[in-house]
């Protein structure tokens, strides 16, 4: 995709008036184009292949086969592809599995429409939007259980000797916190490309793919720091 080219979205949810409701919204945006439209899982895993969108936003709750098995299928079809999850509630287990999954963005269906065109540019940026109620139950999940990130980019024992450096720790307490790049730099007086760059550089020595994986790891080694 060019610098100047739209984002191409590829939309899969049952309800056909809300497909209709966000394809409209987000055609009317300049930076975004609806590419396709599917009704269940199969069909945005069938059409994810044909048409090779940037985005993939994937309802939770379809038929035939539902957004958390669909994105699975995609992640590893079509590693290219960004995946985001859309729903209505909140489900743990779906939560956990799709977070697993290493899915790109994981949101609730509550959202004004600017604040999913803002979390849908994020996604193309290389962050993970989550829902901060959704930040809240999972991080309360990942506490409750005694392996609670057990596949979630896993590290080695090698990798889990890499040191992060001090700023880095920081960060992704911050981040395990809900807090975004902007938000982040805000708090540490530090530019949101340098937030970026140390989160990025955090990852690679987690061998993680994503900050909702980093977050996770903070939880398990009892790293995180509860807000003042």
Known sequence: ???????RV??????????????SLLNA??????VG????????VERARALQPDIVVLDVEMPIMDG????????????????????VCVDDDRLLNAIRLGVHGYLLKDLRPEELFDLLRSVMTGQTPVSPVLVTRLLAELRSTT???AGVGEPTEAERRQSLSRRELEILQLVARGLSNREIGRSLSITEGTVKNH????????????????????VREGLAVLPS
Do not use: C, W
């Open 1 to 7: 995709m060019s610098a100047d080219a739209p984002v």
């Open 37 to 44: 439209e599917a009704g269940n899982g199969l069909a945005a």
């Open 68 to 87: 958390v098995e669909a994105a699975r299928v995609i992640r590893e079809t079509l590693p290219a592809v960004k995946v985001v999850m859309l729903t």
């Open 29 to 34: 945006q300049p930076d975004f184009e609806v």
């Open 199 to 218: 989160v990025h550089n955090a990852l690679h020595k987690l061998h993680m793919d994503n900050r909702i994986q980093a977050a996770a790891y903070i």
């Open 10 to 23: 590829l939309l899969a949810d049952d309800q056909a008036l809300f497909r209709n409701a966000i394809g």
């Open 147 to 149: 392996n609670p990130a």
